[in-house]
């Protein structure tokens, strides 16, 4: 059988908890879960460092 291979692409800025249930489904539904996160300094002053650790 196949596995199944999930993605989350986002910002993430701030993570709430609509941004935890996606990635908590898509954890929970798939083998493996790739979650991408992107700086974007333009819309957000929270450092990508910072964002990635709250993941």
């Known amino acids: 059988m ?3 291979c999930g993605l ?3 910002k993430y800025a701030p993570l709430h908890k609509g941004h935890q249930f996606v990635i908590e489904t898509a954890l929970a539904e798939m083998d493996e879960v790739l979650v991408i996160i992107y700086d974007c300094p333009e819309v957000t ?6 964002r990635a650790r709250w993941l």
């Open 2 to 4: 196949a596995s199944k």
């Open 8 to 10: 989350t692409l986002g």
């Open 45 to 50: 002053a929270i450092p990508l460092t910072v």
